[in-house]
């Protein structure tokens, strides 16, 4: 069973389009997050949700906009993609705010062309 | 600022030993953590440290020193299967993760 899962794994698009990207857990956790991982592979926090409430956003342009429709769901929708916005996209979860392990899923590879 | 410092690529040999050291200065402290990331796969959690000093989990260990903003991630009897970026992350007084940008370990036969 995946415990993290997120939706699609390639995303081609052009600029401009909109595009959303779905996450999953069945770990029962309470906080999950989105992560952009860029060619340079830092991993950079982009929100965090604790039972659907908004914890963490980052300087994230207004353009990206996350849902959390329940605890165990957390998707991103993207609008007026640009170049930059070419990186891995990563969704996480973990216990709780203060229980730092996370479980990640398998990334979704976003490119804008 | 906040910083996580790890050398950004490392090379070893099958079989021998390696230690990855990660340098931290975070706003606070509540603990380090150690991921494994294969190219093109996700972070996958290795240790936990938020004591000073040595945790042994077979092959892999990590260390922690708080005094000195310290940690390494040492790996034993490598396989070339533990070619991968290894990622050092802090968890800082608001418990959020600052990560390094990870250290890409090269295993040679």
């Known amino acids: 069973d995946t415990a993290v899962s997120q939706t699609p794994k390639y995303l081609v698009t052009q600029m401009g389009n909109d595009k959303s990207i779905k996450c999953e857990q069945n770990?029962?956790?309470?906080?999950m997050y989105w992560y952009k991982q860029d060619s340079k592979k830092f991993l950079k926090i982009m929100f965090s949700?604790?039972?659907?409430?908004?914890?963490i956003n980052e300087t994230v342009p207004n353009r990206f906009s996350p849902k959390s429709p329940d605890k165990a769901h957390l998707n991103l929708h993207i609008n007026s993609l640009e170049l930059g916005d070419s990186a891995v996209y990563f969704c996480?979860?973990?216990?709780?705010?203060?229980?730092?392990?996370?479980?990640f899923g398998e990334g979704s590879r976003l490119t804008v062309l | 600022g906040q910083n996580i410092d790890q050398p950004t690529e490392m090379t070893a040999t099958e079989g021998a030993i390696v230690q990855i050291n990660c340098t931290y200065q975070t706003s606070g402290f509540n603990g380090l953590f150690w991921y494994q990331q294969h190219a093109g796969e996700a972070p996958t959690f290795l240790s936990y440290?938020?004591l000073d000093g040595l945790e042994e989990k077979g092959r892999f260990s990590s260390f922690l020193s708080r005094s000195k903003g310290y940690s390494y991630l040492l790996l034993k009897e490598l396989q070339m299967k533990d070619s991968a970026s290894y990622l050092c992350a802090v968890v800082d007084s608001n418990y959020q993760l600052i990560w390094g940008a990870g250290t890409k370990l090269i295993i040679k036969p």
């Open positions: 770990l029962g956790h309470d906080t």
């Open positions: 440290n938020v």
């Open positions: 949700y604790n039972n659907k409430e908004l914890i």
């Open positions: 996480a979860s973990s216990a709780g705010v203060e229980t730092g392990e996370l479980f």
